[in-house]
Structure formats: C-alpha cells, structure tokens
C-alpha cells in the first residue's frame, strides 16, 4: 500500500518508522555483539545481526495489534535498504528480486525461530536458534548472543508503543 500512496502522492496514516528502523540498525551494530557475543564482523554476521535485532524489535510489536500496520511498514524499510544494499554491492536488477526473496525467506524463518524461543522460560531452544541463524567466530559461545537477546527482548517489553515507534529504545 506504500507504493501506491506514493505513486499517488498521498501522505500515510502511518507514524515515520524511519527512526526506529535506523535504531534497530544502532543496535545491531553495537560492538558488543561482535566482541561479547562472538557474531562475526562480517557482511553475513552484520546482516544475521541486523535481522536478529529486526526480530526481536517486530516480535515485540506483535504484541499490540494496532502496530501491524508500523511492523509492516518496518519490514518494508529492511526490504529497501537491503536492496539498496544489493545493488550497491554490484548486484544487477536481473537478480536482485531473487537475492531479496532469499533475504525475506531468511527474515520469516528466523522470525519464527526466534518467537518460539522467546516464548520459552529457558535459553536452551534460544541458543539452539542462535547456533542455526547466526554467523559466529569459531569456538564462540552462542548462549552470550541469546543472553543479549533477551536482554533486549525485556527492554523492548518496558518500552512504550509511542517510544518504540519513534525509535526511543534505551539500553
């Protein structure tokens, strides 16, 4: 619906996501990530990074049915900019939808993975989708990924719907 109102010149409803979708980058891009938790520093461990705070960040938007629309919207940003990233990383327009689907299909499957884990009292099913999901040092201990994980998962729960959306996330 995006496109349209913008091929239509209509302004959205919908609140400016871009703050929050550049915080989600801030924080997949703190050092402690790569330095604590062991992700590698890496184009891969960044993106397995960015997707994970993605995660996290629409799991907890999941929670209130009127942010469904601003997730969306959310995800439409991770789409542009990683196309944006694509291409200027060299990829042509004959096969960037594909690099995308795969992408996206990546998004969904660790969407899933991680509310599941989430879900759980223990870490155990959360370290288990850390070691699938993530680029990790070798010989890295993917318990400290999950542990920030839920960490951050918390934080976001005691961040109001106005703060999340406007990108307010404090850690």
Excluded at 34 to 45: M, N, Q
Aim: charged letters at 25%; proline letters at 3%.
């Amino acid at each position: 619906m995006a496109l349209f109102d913008r091929l239509l010149g209509r302004k959205a409803a919908e609140p400016n996501l871009r703050p929050l979708w550049h915080r989600v980058v801030e924080i997949a891009r703190e050092p402690g990530w790569y330095t604590k938790g062991g992700i590698a520093d890496t184009v891969p461990g960044r993106f397995d990074c960015i997707t994970l705070v993605l995660a996290v960040v629409l799991i907890r938007m999941e929670r209130d049915l009127a942010q469904r629309n601003a997730a969306a919207r959310l995800t439409e940003l991770f789409v542009s900019d990683m196309d944006g990233q694509l291409r200027q990383n060299g990829i042509g327009d004959l096969v960037v939808g594909k690099h995308m689907g795969k992408l996206m299909q990546a998004l969904g499957g660790r969407l899933d993975a991680y509310r599941a884990a989430l879900a759980e009292q223990g870490d155990a099913l959360l370290v288990e989708a850390v070691e699938r999901n993530v680029t990790l040092i070798e010989g890295t201990d993917p318990a400290a990924v999950a542990a920030e994980m839920r960490v951050l998962a918390i934080t976001l729960a005691k961040t109001s719907d106005a703060d999340l959306l406007a990108g307010s996330i404090t850690r």
